[in-house]
């Protein structure tokens, strides 16, 4: 069974954010990168690969929601 994706926001200091679906090691290690804080990081995500310049990263958002569908009680 492949491992379960999470939507991951990832914001820069220009304003944008690059909305991905990662799993939980991608996103460990995009965190890990994130904390270095310098140089390039080469992302794999689901709709491709991504180089992101790490020093530019403001904020990282993940979606940890559950989901449900209809009405809650």
Do not use: C, P
């Not at 990168?33 to 140089?39: F, N, P, Q």
């Amino acid at each position: 069974m492949a491992d379960e994706q999470t939507k991951v926001e990832i914001g820069f200091g220009i304003g944008q954010v690059l909305s991905v679906k990662l799993t939980e090691s991608e996103l460990a290690e995009l965190r890990k990168a994130v904390e270095a804080g310098k140089g390039w990081y080469d992302m794999r995500t689901s709709e491709g690969s991504v180089a992101l310049n790490v020093a530019t990263v403001v904020f990282v958002r993940v979606n940890d929601a559950t989901h449900s569908i209809g009405f809650s009680g």
